[in-house]
Nanobody
Framework: VQLQASGGGLVQSGGSFGLSCSCS??????????MAWFRQAPGKEREFVAS????????TYGDSVKGRFIISRDYAKNTVFLQMNSLKPEDTAVYYC?????????????????WGQGTLVTVSS
């Protein structure tokens, strides 16, 4: 499984921003994939943001982003998106897409063996 994240940049507080993560994997692997977004702010541990089961599209969100962020996937483009709304300065972080096989959702980053490179999102106050 290979992941490629893109879309980082600078946005003002209260604004919206979108990230994408393209994924390449075998067809059989795709059907059993769970995709996730994590983030890591300077001096802090990597934090679970959201996840989506590739096959049925069910989603889960971390408490800090619930109601503001939306994770989605595009079957045809093998891409996962993270739409971030009502952004706050504390959302500033390097955002990573990650993946694991299986249905269980874990918030710990150690359970995800596949990672894309990080992309920096900076929210100015």
């Amino acid at each position: 499984v290979q992941l490629q994240a893109s879309g980082g940049g600078l946005v003002q507080s209260g604004g919206s921003f979108g990230l994408s993560c393209s994924c390449s994997a075998s067809g059989q692997t795709f059907s059993n994939l769970l995709m996730a977004w994590f983030r890591q702010a300077p001096g802090k541990e990597r934090e679970f943001v959201a996840s989506i089961r590739w096959r049925e599209g069910s989603t889960t969100y971390g408490d800090s982003v619930k109601g503001r962020f939306i994770i989605s996937r595009d079957y045809a483009k093998n891409t996962v998106f993270l739409q971030m709304n009502s952004l706050k300065p504390e959302d500033t972080a390097v955002y990573y897409c990650a993946a694991r096989t299986g249905r269980t959702i874990y918030s710990g980053s150690r359970y995800y063996p596949y990672w894309g490179q990080g992309t920096l999102v900076t929210v100015s106050s």
